[in-house]
């Protein structure tokens, strides 16, 4: 049997998958880095109003997927919602 934990082990030996979302991120950060953009800061104010907006946007798109499933399936989101609030309220019990 050959000892897996070897010494003998190179950086050519260690499988990255670059088709990770992260693998696909750390390439695009480097090239970023690479061209040496530099990246004016936005006032806080239009930051906050931006990510509100795509957080609403984020909540709708949520909702309007979750009608529709339970417009799909009604028994079974009743019975999905009956079971959770008998693990909350066991819980709650304790």
Known sequence: ???????????DDI????????????????AILDE?????????????REDAADVRKWGRERGARLRGAVEAEPVRASLYALGLGVVIGMLISR
Not at 19 to 29: E, F
Request: a negative charge.
């Open 15 to 30: 499988d990255d998958a670059f088709d990770t979302p992260s693998g696909r991120l750390d390439r695009q950060a480097d």
């Open 36 to 48: 040496g953009r530099t990246f004016e800061g936005r006032p806080l104010r239009r930051a906050v």
């Open 1 to 11: 049997m050959t000892d897996p934990y070897s010494a003998d082990r190179t950086a």
